[in-house]
């Protein structure tokens, strides 16, 4: 089945520092999430994005919308103790209702 | 307010036995999901229900069979447990698709041995 390709796969960053990542796909998408995990827990969506090009912010954290819709970028400014966790990206194809998601970055800050 | 509730949390089973993951959740959502997460590979969708009643399978739906008898739940069943089923499942809802916006439960530990 098809999966989205997340990169870097893990990171270990300083509190403090910014973090970028990012997500591609051999098909179109009309919709990108992000989502992220804490340990023991389900994912989280953190930004849903629904138009090619689109840039949208939550706090800390914002997102794009690739413009060729196959792929999606995600910044994390000014990383904190509490932003350690998995974040997936995840595509929406239209018409249907299946969510794919990508296979996760891993991410520890170092106080 | 519950949200999305899985049970078992954890179950270890030996191979050829059978179990039954159960997912309830209480805000009327119209499709559930449930995703297999293994290390490396993300988040794997097993099958989907858009509603009561119906089943659809998704990218990774050997082994299991669901059903959808109450809006509310979706059963995940495995018939004959095998070592590569070892994995956390996770059960998700949503209100419609088309948004991308899942709600989800806490994840279920399984391990076969």
């Known amino acids: 089945g098809q999966q989205l390709n997340q990169s870097p796969q893990s990171m270990f960053i300083q509190e403090g520092e910014d973090v970028s990542m990012n997500c591609t796909s051999s098909?179109?998408?009309?919709?990108w999430l992000w989502y992220k995990q804490d340990p023991g827990e389900g994912p989280v969506l953190l930004i849903a994005?629904?138009?090619?090009?689109e840039l949208t912010s939550n706090g800390r954290l914002t997102a794009q919308f690739g413009i060729t819709r196959k792929d999606s970028f995600l910044n994390i400014s000014a990383s904190i103790p509490s932003d350690v966790g998995i974040y997936f990206c995840?595509?929406?194809?239209?018409?249907?209702?299946?969510?794919?998601f990508g296979t996760g970055t891993k991410l520890q800050v170092i106080p | 307010n519950a949200g999305v509730t899985q049970t078992p949390k954890f179950r270890v089973l030996k191979t050829g036995q059978s179990m039954t993951l159960l997912c309830a959740q209480d805000?009327?959502?119209?499709?559930m999901y449930w995703y297999r997460q293994d290390p490396g590979m993300g988040l794997r969708l097993i099958h989907y229900?858009?509603?009561?009643?119906?089943?659809a399978k998704g990218e990774v739906p050997d082994g299991y069979n669901v059903s959808r008898l109450k809006k509310q739940n979706f059963l995940l069943g495995l018939e004959s447990a095998a070592p590569s089923q070892t994995s956390v499942y996770f059960c998700?809802?949503?209100?419609?698709?088309?948004?991308?916006?899942?709600?989800f439960g806490e994840g279920s530990r399984l391990t076969v041995l």
């Open positions: 998700a809802s949503s209100l419609a698709g088309g948004t991308g916006e899942l709600f």
């Open positions: 098909s179109i998408f009309n919709t």
């Open positions: 994005l629904y138009k090619a090009g």
């Open positions: 995840a595509g929406l194809e239209g018409g249907y209702q299946k969510v794919t």
């Open positions: 805000m009327n959502h119209e499709y």
């Open positions: 229900s858009v509603g009561e009643g119906t089943t």
